[in-house]
């Protein structure tokens, strides 16, 4: 029987970042002789998306595409003829990866997924392979988007009714003032949340709840009047409601868990969103009342004071940024661990999930939680 066993250096995780390098080892082992064109390791990543037609469930609409296709041969060639004897095979390899490439994802209508594949191509029979999948972060660097350190303030206002004399209605307000310390967090990282009432009303709020939710879009290119929306709550926090004719101050903290980072632009096939959705529960069946506001996940948190030296924002216009610069280092700051991701579902069978970083350290935007 021939196994294989597919190492990256100094990296058990098998975690890595757009732009950098794989540098790895790969063992052969041949319980027999066999002769082979060639053996070649296959640097492979790519998005599949795929769902049924909601009119039509016989027919699937499906798209693929491929960002790293990198084939090395580690012997032999494609009209190679060697033959191999039985026994242990030691290999190394290198593999340079483009900044560009999207973070690994695992989704109900679609992934993207990255594998290094060995192959071992038979002359006279088919090729066998092996295979051990990888993740792939692309950094998103917070600091580089000045605008992400502005605090968020939502505002929101409800009329319920309440009845007078002959039957007569009259509409009391609801105001709401939601507000956060700043607009993007990291996995690890808290999102504090305050919530001010006034409450005019007389009805009283029995609680307030606040959903930090994944939005996940899938396309399909080729037919861009079709696709999925796929909405996942990640974290979910409830705190007090507010009685009738008050006002009150809430306060709401969610930590942000391991979850892949905004980005809405590498990939043409899945886009990744997220927004946090605060919930009103009101009593007697009455409508609740609900806001929502955008927040941005990155890979590497927004800094104290941080200053940006003007070469290091060259050519970035987003925080969107490959590894160089104080987006790699970790020196002044606690590194991260790195988790697997939640409530990930992927497309097929597979136990692989990615894994993202989690920071620990607290700022001075955050409160404790």
């Given at each position: 029987m021939t196994t294989c066993n597919i190492t990256f250096e100094n990296n058990s995780m098998k975690i890595v970042h757009s732009g950098q390098s794989i540098r790895g080892a790969v063992q052969l082992n041949l319980n027999r002789d066999i002769n082979v064109r060639g053996i070649y390791i296959h640097m492979y990543g790519g998005a599949y998306t795929s769902w049924r037609d909601r009119l039509q469930l016989c027919k699937t609409h499906a798209d693929n595409e491929d960002y790293l296709n990198q084939r090395t041969y580690l012997v032999g060639a494609t009209n190679g003829?060697?033959?191999?004897?039985?026994?242990?095979?030691?290999?190394?390899?290198n593999c340079k990866l483009q900044s560009s490439l999207p973070t690994s994802f695992e989704g109900k209508h679609g992934f993207i997924r990255y594998t290094a594949l060995v192959v071992v191509d038979h002359q006279n029979s088919k090729e066998k392979t092996f295979s051990?999948?990888?993740?792939?972060?692309?950094?998103?660097?917070?600091?580089?988007?000045?605008?992400?350190?502005?605090?968020?303030?939502?505002?929101?206002?409800?009329?319920?009714?309440?009845?007078?004399?002959?039957?007569?209605?009259?509409?009391?307000?609801?105001?709401?003032?939601?507000?956060?310390?700043?607009?993007?967090?990291?996995?690890?990282?808290?999102?504090?949340?305050?919530?001010?009432?006034?409450?005019?009303?007389?009805?009283?709020?029995?609680?307030?709840?606040?959903?930090?939710?994944?939005e996940v879009t899938y396309t399909k290119p080729r037919d861009s009047n079709d696709q999925r929306v796929e909405r996942t709550t990640i974290t979910k926090e409830i705190g007090d409601g507010c009685d009738k004719y008050k006002n009150k101050i809430i306060l709401l903290n969610i930590k942000v868990p391991s979850t892949p980072p905004t980005d809405a632009t590498a990939s043409n096939l899945i886009k990744i969103e997220y927004y946090v959705h605060?919930?009103?529960?009101?009593?007697?069946?009455?409508?609740?009342?609900?806001?929502?506001?955008?927040?941005?996940?990155?890979?590497?948190?927004?800094?104290?004071?941080?200053?940006?030296?003007?070469?290091?924002?060259?050519?970035?216009?987003?925080?969107?940024s490959s590894r160089n610069g104080f987006s790699t280092s970790y020196e002044d700051d606690e590194p991260p661990i790195y988790k697997e991701t939640v409530q990930s579902k992927g497309k097929a069978n597979t136990n692989f999930k990615p894994k993202y970083a989690v920071f620990n350290h607290t700022t001075a935007y955050s409160r404790s939680s």
């Open positions: 003829h060697i033959r191999l004897a039985a026994g242990t095979y030691n290999y190394t390899f051990e999948p990888f993740t792939v972060i692309r950094d998103i660097n917070l600091n580089y988007n000045p605008e992400l350190r502005n605090r968020i303030i939502v505002e929101k206002e409800k009329l319920y009714k309440r009845s007078l004399i002959l039957f007569c209605w009259c509409p009391d307000p609801i105001k709401l003032i939601i507000r956060t310390p700043v607009a993007a967090y990291t996995p690890g990282q808290v999102i504090n949340l305050d919530i001010i009432v006034d409450n005019k009303s007389a009805v009283p709020i029995s609680n307030f709840i606040a959903l930090l939710i994944r605060i919930i009103g529960t009101m009593p007697c069946c009455r409508a609740n009342i609900r806001t929502n506001f955008p927040i941005t996940i990155g890979t590497f948190p927004l800094r104290n004071n941080m200053t940006i030296q003007s070469n290091q924002m060259s050519n970035t216009n987003s925080p969107h």
